[in-house]
């Protein structure tokens, strides 16, 4: 098949990680027959440094003639002065909206080597497999924002239709799971949670009776996903409770360095990228964990290209090398890998099977 792809490498550990997405990608193409075409374009704090803009109009029409975009991280403390006028993370919000990408799928089935990692009991990490759907695109990241004399306003709005398409979207995942959706809300105290609450239930009861639904508060929620994890299937919230519920999440999984995520709209292109950020405390010295990047890459290629084989291909090669104990510095502090070794684990691992499966 072919594709083309946009690379955004970003700022921080960006550019290091998306090296190994870049590679891995040559290599399915190498092996699986496919061409793609990889063009990189600037977005976030390197974006705003060469044009004033976190987003310039070269990346957006690459994006736009793109099948899908592959995201490294953008942001750091050089562009977050409080009284900056743009911001990298301005960028890259810009670009979710353009893409009309609003349902954020965050998958967190942590892998045994989390077990040993994660802080919690290993007997509450057993059978942990969680999908997240964010909303991406509403909420108050997107509201009106202002500053008055000696306050400053978030305003958070939602509409009937943008909680029902992501509701569709979650139920939809969920049908193909356990069949169980958890959503998330905080309806005892802000209207878009009582919005949200009563749109969910009805789309569910009316187009998904054969769904689950529970309906908790994301205060509690905190709380549950630490003592009772593997009790969730699909967890369904908006923008701001999913980017802080899905952070916590990662402690599951043992390190922010393993959760990739897909953001899928009703359009053709997908933005795929890790929940984690640019990570400015350990860029520039290679061994930032690439392997959320390398599992975006294979939920670009499930959910934007359709190799559900490489895809999963990817996902085993991610869970081999863990197992082998090919590890870097955020998953052990004794025989730490670096970002390029990693990688190349991963590839080395890719060829494997890939030439297990054709023999
Ligand atoms: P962060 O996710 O960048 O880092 C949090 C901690 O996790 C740090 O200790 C970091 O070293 C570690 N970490 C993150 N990714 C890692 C990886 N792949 N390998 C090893 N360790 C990893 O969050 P932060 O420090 O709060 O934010 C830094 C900047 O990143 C901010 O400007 C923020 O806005 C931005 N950010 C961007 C994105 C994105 O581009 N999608 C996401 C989150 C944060
Ligand atoms: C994420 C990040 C972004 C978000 C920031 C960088 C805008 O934290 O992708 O989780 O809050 O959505
Ligand atoms: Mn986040």
Sequence with gaps: MKATIALLPGDGIGPEICAEARELLELVAEKDGHTFKLKEGLIGGCAIDAYGDPLPEETVKLCAKADAVLLGAVGGPQWSDPN???????GLLRLRAQLGVFANLRPVAPHPVAAKLAPLKTRLLKGVDILFVRELTGGSYFGAKRREADAAVDECRYTVTEIE?????????????????????????????????????????DEFPDVAVEHLLVDAMAMYL???PASFDVILTENLFGD???????????????????SLGEGRVGLYEPIHGSAPDIAGQGIANPYATLLSVALLLRHSLGL??????IEQAVADVLDEGVLTAD???KHAVSTREAGEAVRKRYRKLAKRRRA
């Design 226 to 228: 630490l003592t009772r």
């Design 84 to 90: 900056a006028k743009v911001r990298p993370e301005q």
């Design 165 to 205: 398409r992501v509701t569709r979207k979650a139920a939809l995942l969920a049908r193909g799971r356990r069949a169980k959706l958890t959503h998330v809300d905080k309806a005892n105290v802000l209207e878009t949670s009582r919005l949200w609450r009563s749109t969910v239930t009805r789309v569910m009861r």
């Design 331 to 333: 998953l052990s502090r």
């Design 244 to 262: 802080i519920l899905t952070d916590e999440a990662s402690v599951l999984a043992g390190s922010m360095g393993l959760l990739p995520s897909a």
């Design 308 to 313: 559900e084989t490489e895809a999963a291909r």
